[in-house]
């Protein structure tokens, strides 16, 4: 039978695309044209890179030690760095979420005031590119709070998932087992962020609930301000 903390090995490659997402944030943070970011334009990259590498150093040890792991008190101290892994991956996804509101606020205001960008193509790529930021924060939180998921399967019951994905309602022996990936929560927060309502899949805590709202509010806001105005700077 395979232990609980095995998943961490087996699927090794969304914690992997995770951890890419997370360079394509600090990338599209580089890109911003506008002075959008709290402090220095490095500041936010940095603080992400700074937590980023030790994550990544933290998780691939762990995947290598799954492999190795044979008695309990091994699994004891892979799944004490799962819980360390967890942690640090909560703050790091928190400290992207704050800096990415920053920068719209700071868009908006700029708006209102009349005095954002030199012209209409500026803002639609910053509002693009903090639209597309958002996705992909939301897509991390979905993935690093689901109890459904890679990062917390082993850590906490998995009989209460925070969403409903479509396979975890078909009756068949092949997918009894099945977790949701990385991928299947991008599409989840990409859906999320265009029709601003669940599409195929559905929250189910109250936490699922409350992420789902902000990031469509978050969207809406991007899309229905920035965007607009935008395109009536272009006209």
């Known amino acids: 039978m395979r232990h609980q903390h095995a998943v961490i090995h087996h699927r090794a490659f969304d914690f992997w695309l995770a951890r890419a997402a997370v360079l394509v944030i600090i990338c599209l943070q580089l890109l911003v044209i506008n002075d959008l970011s709290f402090g220095p334009r490095w500041l936010a990259p940095a603080l992400e890179a700074a937590l980023l590498v030790p994550l990544s150093v933290a998780t691939a040890w762990t995947q290598v030690a799954t492999q190795k792991a044979v008695e309990e008190e091994h699994w004891y101290l892979v799944g004490r760095f799962r819980v360390m892994i967890r942690r640090t991956a909560l703050v790091m996804t928190g400290v992207v979420s704050i800096m990415n509101c920053g920068s719209l606020v700071f868009l908006v205001r700029a708006l209102l005031a009349g005095h954002a960008g030199s012209s209409g193509q500026t803002l639609l790529i910053d509002a693009l590119n903090i639209w597309v930021t958002n996705v992909i924060i939301f897509a991390l939180w979905f993935w690093s709070t ?71 509010m978050i969207s809406l806001l991007t899309i229905a301000l920035v965007a607009a105005r935008a395109v009536n700077i272009l006209a």
């Open 146 to 216: 689901d109890r459904g998921g890679p990062p917390t399967c082993g850590l906490v019951n998995r009989a209460h998932s925070d969403f409903l994905f479509p396979q975890m309602t078909l009756n068949d022996r092949e997918i009894r087992d099945w977790l949701p990936g990385f991928v299947d929560y991008v599409f989840l927060a990409f859906t999320n962020a265009t029709a601003f309502s669940p599409t195929d899949t559905l929250p189910l805590s109250q936490r699922a609930k409350l992420l789902m709202m902000a990031e469509a």
